[in-house]
């Protein structure tokens, strides 16, 4: 950590400021031009709030050198993170592809739909039990009856399943049903919910919040592995621009900088980005050509009557054609599909 | 509710969505250009989800005439709500002004600092006893002790307290301890929260996330509303842009805009916008100058030992001076302060 | 076009408005709900400026369903564009590669970029005589003694040029000179030079603006197609967001949404979109992926001394196996390369 | 400026790097931890270029220490720049209004408003002759004879005038005619014609760019001010941000951080920030509140038949009435109004 200090900064107030940080167990070492005046910090900074120091009037920046996440940092963690899911591996050289419906809308529904996935080689079933939705009087999900009927699609096709959890009080029932817990992008800040699934070993899907930046993703995923659940798969689904053409706009270039900074599997949820069904299958394809661990797909049988997001869902026919060009291209970029 | 159609939409198609739509209850009137072929739907249309027809790939367009929030809506509710909270009045032509510190850190910090500001005419004590930070390994706050120190403030200075409230399970602590339960910025889109403190009856102050457009914002508030709590106070808080030399944005003009279509009142925090204790001041004045409601303002007795925020606090000297900046434009402005 | 009229316009005010419309030579198509009035407008409807009718107090909403580009949009113009340049062709099913450093900074160094990439497959050479800095102290480039050192690079390699304008003053020599002229992200919205650049019979290279959107870039390239010229190339190279680990943020769905709309080539610049060398060749893949017509890649033989964008520019080594990577996958996606 | 060289940087490397910096005149402060080495350079580091050090592999960050801004900073000019132009100042403790249409359209349209701004106190008129429009089909002004009716107003009411130069080869007819040349918002990264309008001694009035940083707005300043021309007038007018219920999001904080960064004037454009008419006197109030030194205001005397913006246009009756409101406020706010 780099101290720069505000110009004419009184003498008593730079020793003020050297004895604190020596007091925390650092060094420093100083540093003074014409123009600036600096202190860099040697040995263990962690102790040091950087925002505390911030706050002193005569500090003028200060400088990390390191990131802030220790767990999810590849620095300390150089070998890829491989979750394993009943039969199913994510992260390493593996491309795992989740897809189902936005919403289990009924037994029929989601059955039909997870053989069809099924059989164009999907690895997980997805579908929301539990909807967080903008209006209040907009279909919230079949609740706890939503998780029953992905049961028995997982029992009739054998895919595992995950689905979107909201709230703390429910963290046991999932456990108990679901294979992958998702945390939604709405709730990526929800700290009290990170630290809830952190303290559980369920592997947990981590979606981007749509306005937060890359190290604010890492820091979420740290909250849940500070807790203990090192088991995070990170997925990136589009951020908040004055682009409104797309629903959100994908962050392709988040793929290849989370790869390199974190060992964590990293996934691209296409359907949710572009927010329009005819745009899921390039950005799908673009996802699996930058570098990314799979996909969260969004397949409906009849998207015109789904009671959500029908607007960016595909027919499992189209879904179908993906993934065989997927797993062409899964060649090339030395994928295991 | 209009609904645009695509052109070369097959009659079949034309049939079914025209039936669906009467079968909910409503009339058509159908349009026809060269262009374009229109439906605009007459009568009820709240039981028409517009995700589901915009889901219709014969459906090119669909264009919402009014809001989609009805209980904070201003067309339904045209005069202003009124909050009252012990001697306390928020919203009509009441100019409120919220202060204290970022965390409530030790008695002798709060009841110093409530002391302070209430000599200088604050309305409400605000302390954070539970903290969301973006890092697991930052201050988190005194928890349950805080909302201690924070009472006994209270009966020190006679000033009703605001704190946030980050979880479900807590909510029955907060309604028997604080006057105003916050609800932050993070959590804007966290329903499960929302509907909880839409079940009791203590005034929510409820802060726009910072992607989130006013329109969500309002949204964020139907949740509360639509489970029976009616009395919200909204607070812009600013949101993120690519500019940032300032930690958030202050969207200024969300106060008229919101105003405009929301009985609800409206405050600013310019400490949170700003991240910069030098532009409170400013921006307090331009809150009071474009018709807010009043204001949220970190103040600190020692900002540069401050637990978090200490570079957006400012000290009670400052804040004094602020308040009667304040008390002169209330008069201009037709505020009662 | 629908005009959504405000509840309770009066009648006077509705007759103003439909006489206006119909002496412009529309017929109007009245629909009347119990919460809007509307009118569809059949006929031709350019002759109506969008923004007087807005400005008409009673107009709640304006709604246009057709797109406003008109020479730009495939609707009119269903087959690809396809662009030759001496030897090469752009757009159709062809994958062209531009590539050089960003700025020329001797014959040498130019000469011997060029017969890197030359060898490599390149289809274009770059390279920056003029060129646009954020500061007036940085380095402005070589201007006319640039475009002469692309001269012998192209003599020496038979690869034809691009090189940016930056002044309607300078056009003549850059026609007599340039392969392809390109108009930069900073002058998307520079008119006077759009429309000067449409009335030469020279290829465009047109840049988006950092914060334009897409409908705003195809109307810049309207911009140059009203004045005749109809050879314009269009490039995304990256949209400015919160999120700044990058320099900007690639926006990889605007490809197939351009391709959707209009039949102009669209390509990709990931040297610019993300600022960092070992981000491009990630995004280049994606790029073709996604269904671009091709890249725009900064090559340098020595980036630690590039006079500029060194920080982003990959070696010739690099862009050779770059070259042999998207020459594979090309092959998948059926793009001539 | 500092250094910060990558982890495990070879000492052949380092020893390239300081020999470099100290050619160019800096002396190296040498500061080594744990986790960090890096150099803190002393002496002129003017002749830096910061992205070529960054290119450098080893550089792991640069930190610069100054602003990259000499002659529009307030550090090496710490009075605030006082512009005159004719009777009038802009500056110091002035407040200073602008006001007028979009476009200017007859004669009889500009000498009724300039007559009527007149009355009711504004300093300048503004009018559109040559207008930047996102559609080539749209008016684009009168182009010339614009210019001859705003002399005409000016000859009427004594108002000097105000308006927009697109290209550089209008640079004499504006010096010749107007007294404040404008710089639009699309043409701040215009480095040419910035250039252009450097060489001159007329007050500029410069916009800023609508995703420009603060930062670049001023190095659009500088390169106004490099040339020789000082007499620059910033204006703030929006940036454009995910929230679209305003044509763009109105940046109020930018008004106090420019103040203190820099000794130019600085205004606030409230019509092109909100797009919408209702909303400029709420704004411009908070403009005042805020410290600027001025507004820029477009006045309509018949909004709904206005050529352009006349959705964002006011009557002058609302401008009359708003100007005896900023008089109140400016007392305050210790303005010379």
Request: proline fraction near 5%; glycine fraction near 8%; charge should be negative.
């Amino acid at each position: 950590m780099i101290i720069v200090l505000r110009q004419g900064t009184p003498e008593k107030e730079i020793e003020k400021i050297k004895n604190k940080m020596e007091s925390l167990g650092c060094q420093i070492h100083e540093s003074k031009g014409e123009n600036y005046h600096l202190f860099g910090l040697v040995g263990d900074t962690t102790n040091i709030d950087p925002e505390q120091l911030q706050a002193n009037r005569y500090v003028e920046k200060l400088i990390r050198v390191q990131e802030p996440y220790k767990m999810a940092n590849r620095l300390f963690h150089p070998e890829d993170t491989l979750i394993s899911v009943e039969n199913e591996k994510i992260g390493g050289g593996n491309f795992t592809v989740i897809a189902g419906p936005c919403s289990v809308e009924s037994e029929e529904q989601i059955t039909s739909i997870a053989k069809e996935i099924k059989l164009a080689g999907a690895n997980f079933l997805r579908g929301g039990a539990f909807k967080p939705r903008t209006s209040p009087y907009s279909f919230q999900g079949l609740l706890g009856e939503g998780i029953e009927l992905l049961k028995i699609a997982k029992e009739k096709t054998g895919l595992p399943i995950v689905t979107e959890l909201m709230s703390p009080g429910m963290v046991e029932k999932f456990v108990d049903d679901v294979d992958i817990i998702q945390i939604g992008a709405r709730n990526m800040h929800n700290y009290d919910l990170l630290k809830e699934v952190g303290r559980i070993d369920k592997p947990i899907l981590l979606k981007r919040g749509m306005a937060a930046t890359i190290e604010e993703f890492l820091m979420a995923a740290e909250y849940i592995m500070a807790e203990g659940n090192e088991n995070v798969i990170l997925c990136e689904r589009g951020i908040r621009t004055f682009e409104n053409f797309t629903r959100n706009t994908l962050d392709i270039s988040a793929i290849p900088v989370i790869k390199k900074y974190s060992h964590l599997p990293v996934i691209v949820d296409p359907s949710h980005a572009a927010g329009l069904w005819w745009l899921v299958e390039p950005l799908a394809k673009a996802a699996m050509a930058v570098g990314a661990d799979g996909l969260m797909i969004e397949v409906h049988n009849d998207p015109a009557n789904a009671k959500s997001d029908g607007q960016q869902s595909i027919k499992p026919a189209r879904f179908n054609s993906l993934m065989n060009s997927l797993k062409e291209m899964a060649i090339l970029q030395d994928k295991v599909m």
